[in-house]
């Protein structure tokens, strides 16, 4: 289910690398207003879990969410799947701002979460996040999917981790979306809602960042945000930047935006530059204009070669069975739990700081 005009319902679809047997880890949908629940879903079922329930207020969205997924039972009772005790983790992608509030009662109940991004749109929330953890041993992951979900960035990470460009000093990431404003719920034009631009779309360029400088923390040096189209919506942020620098000297800037053009031949022409002291590595995610219509293209300039790969297909997305067996296992492999934490904290701080162009 990839809708390459559509980045909300932008769903990707692998091979089945079941990492499980059937009945070994069981999961649940709570909160269906992002389609990103799709991708999450898809990805958690291709490593071998069972979909068992879903919930959410709106009959709709669950009908659309059942004829995709026929195995899932819907129930209309949240409380059924928190009191499930077979349930191990329950994915949600409800409203942002309700988020957090789902994976505390999760927790609560002994069950793993799976949060889209962005997980948390106060620094309180994730503060208590942390507590919840520490005291329950459990997960609570985060769908950063412009990393975890792209063929061409995943191989970027193992071209970096081989030596293919030296150390990373500094990454440059674009993240614009189409708006498709007129399709689009009355909170996503809300910052209450969604935590603004930064929060939001942003904590898939932090998180990036990051990753790929090998970092454990960054400085959010400067940022910005705008509303320069959208006047019928005063509070509505449709433009981003920020610069950071990481604790191992790496710099970072990026921009989002709701800019996407209607010509484009896909939802945004999202793009990581990724500079090492060997090389650099350029990853065209979703489209290269004008060129190939097609997905997970990686450019590779070093002192050995220059080269271009087509990686849709050809990669996988290993995050998923990783964060099942982490869940299993207690262990770290998939994400660190401090690195999901802290990428939503600066995400945030970058928000909060953010000059309001006017």
């Not at 979703?286 to 997970?296: K, L």
Request: charged share 25%; glycine share 8%.
């Amino acid at each position: 289910m990839v809708n390459k005009k559509d980045g909300m319902n932008y769903a990707p679809e692998g091979k089945s690398n079941k990492v499980v047997d059937p009945g070994e880890f069981r999961i649940a949908a709570i909160g269906l207003d992002h389609g990103h629940i799709y991708g999450m879903c898809n990805g958690l079922i291709e490593a071998g879990t069972d979909l068992v329930y879903v919930y959410d207020p709106d009959p709709k969205k669950v009908e659309a969410f059942c004829n995709k997924f026929p195995q899932v039972k819907s129930v209309d009772n949240e409380d059924i799947i928190y009191n499930d005790d077979s349930i191990h983790l329950i994915a949600c992608a409800s409203i942002p701002v309700s988020r957090y509030e789902i994976g505390e009662k999760a927790l609560h109940h002994g069950k793993h979460f799976f949060a889209d991004k962005p997980a948390f749109i106060k620094q309180e929330q994730v503060k208590k996040a942390r507590r919840l953890v520490e005291e329950t041993g459990l997960k609570w992951g985060v769908y950063y999917s412009e990393r975890l979900h792209v063929e061409s960035a995943i191989y970027a990470s193992q071209l970096i981790e081989q030596g293919e460009i030296g150390r990373v000093i500094q990454v440059i990431g674009t993240g614009p979306h189409r708006a498709n404003a007129a399709n689009r719920p009355d909170w996503f034009f809300d910052p209450e809602y969604y935590g603004g631009i930064l929060c939001d779309i942003g904590s898939h360029q932090i998180e990036q960042f990051l990753h790929f400088a090998g970092a454990k923390d960054a400085k959010v040096l400067h940022s910005k945000v705008a509303n320069y189209q959208y006047k019928d919506h005063p509070d509505f942020e449709d433009f981003g930047d920020a610069t950071l620098v990481a604790d191992n000297g790496a710099t970072f800037y990026f921009r989002v935006d709701w800019f996407t053009p209607d010509g484009l031949g896909t939802w945004g022409d999202g793009r990581a530059i990724i500079l090492g002291t060997e090389g650099y590595i350029e990853i065209r995610k979703y489209i290269d204009i004008a060129n190939h219509n097609t997905s997970n293209h990686l450019y590779l300039v070093n002192d050995k070669e220059e080269k271009h790969f087509e990686l849709s297909g050809k990669v996988g997305f290993p995050y998923f069975g990783a964060f099942i067996l982490d869940c299993l296992n207690n262990t770290e492999n998939a994400m660190t739990q401090e690195h999901a934490f802290r990428v939503a904290e600066l995400s945030i701080e970058a928000q909060e700081k953010a000059m309001k162009i006017e």
